[in-house]
């Protein structure tokens, strides 16, 4: 297995995607191929490792930067980090790739480079999303801010049978994202969803309003790519400020520094559930090879973690799973 690291893109580009790759390797089988400014990416791994047999640097001159227009940059910089990944996938020369970049750019290049599995209409991201009982996923987190309720539909669908088929949890139970529980609430678009979801033949558990969402109430976290990217979000910033508040709680005086002594394990843990980095990248379900796009902000471990799950991901043969049970779904065609 080779697996193809867009080393140019993120925030914390070059220095983190490479070190990233580097600390997977000791955890995975597959080869990495780091795409990028072939100087840098020497240079660093020069500082940082004298073992270079699973490793593969392949030159790309240009950035594709979040300032970037998605379409026009994945056309126009055809020599990017981003686009030359992307042409590695299209030709079989690697079976997943990994982007901490511009998440626009990487749908568009996913659609124009690779293209949708057949079925599907709106490709979706779908990352891990903690919660009380564990995890579920979100769908979508950020790819499609417009959809149609059939694109509700199909994100139910594809999520449904990624966690069946590579999660091993049976009929796992779905939720459509609401400003209530009863029938009938919402705007248009998820009403109309509503409707499709529950004549299908999805487990299919109703509207989930926001505040229960981290419940884990339901398996899989169905709404549009603008809400899904509110929700992601909003739960980081209140994880990251609930972590400062503890700190500042339990450092305050000699009798909290004892508390947290004391709480260590369990607040380290808490800290860990919460944590963005240990669940690697998300998956963008219904592109007919895998992409996986890791946090904006990713870090080292980030990294290391996202590229531990691609391999996964190929290993359970997601894409082929997908492109066989959708046939067999209701309402999309």
Do not use: W
């Not at 709480?263 to 996986?292: H, M, Q």
């Amino acid at each position: 297995m080779r697996i193809a690291i867009d080393v140019m893109g993120g925030d914390n580009a070059p220095h983190a995607i490479i070190l990233g790759s580097l600390q997977a390797l000791n955890e995975i089988e597959s080869e990495i191929l780091l795409v990028g400014k072939e100087e840098i990416i020497k240079n660093q791994l020069e500082k940082n490792t004298k073992d270079f047999k699973r490793i593969h640097i392949i030159n790309a001159d240009e950035i594709i930067s979040n300032d970037d227009k998605a379409v026009q940059a994945i056309r126009k910089k055809k020599n990017s980090s981003m686009a030359v990944g992307f042409d590695l996938l299209r030709k079989n020369e690697v079976d997943a790739f990994v982007s901490a970049g511009n998440t626009g750019a990487l749908l568009a290049g996913s659609l124009l480079r690779i293209g949708r599995i057949k079925g599907i209409d709106r490709p979706a991201l779908a990352p891990i999303y903690p919660t009380k009982k564990g995890f579920s996923i979100l769908i979508d987190a950020g790819a499609n801010a417009d959809c149609k309720p059939r694109n509700l539909l199909e994100f139910g669908i594809m999520g449904s049978i990624y966690l069946e088929n590579v999660l091993n949890i049976k009929t796992p139970k779905v939720g459509l994202v609401n400003i209530g529980t009863e029938e009938g609430k919402g705007n248009k678009l998820v009403a109309q969803a509503y409707e499709l979801m529950r004549n299908s033949n999805l487990n299919f558990y109703g509207n989930l309003e926001a505040r229960n969402v981290p419940d884990g109430i339901v398996d899989v976290i169905v709404c549009d790519g603008f809400v899904g990217n509110v929700i992601l979000k909003l739960t980081e910033g209140v994880a990251m400020n609930l972590a400062s508040i503890l700190k500042d709680i339990f450092t305050r005086n000699f009798i909290s520094k004892i508390g947290a002594l004391i709480l260590k394990d369990g607040l380290r843990d808490f800290k860990s559930r919460l944590d963005y980095t240990e669940y690697g990248g998300a998956p963008l379900l219904g592109v007919k090879k895998p992409v996986i796009k890791a946090h904006g902000s990713s870090n080292e471990k980030a990294i290391k973690n996202a590229i531990k799950y691609s391999e996964i991901f190929i290993k359970k043969g997601v894409i082929k799973k997908i492109e066989e049970n959708i046939r067999g779904a209701d309402n999309i065609e």
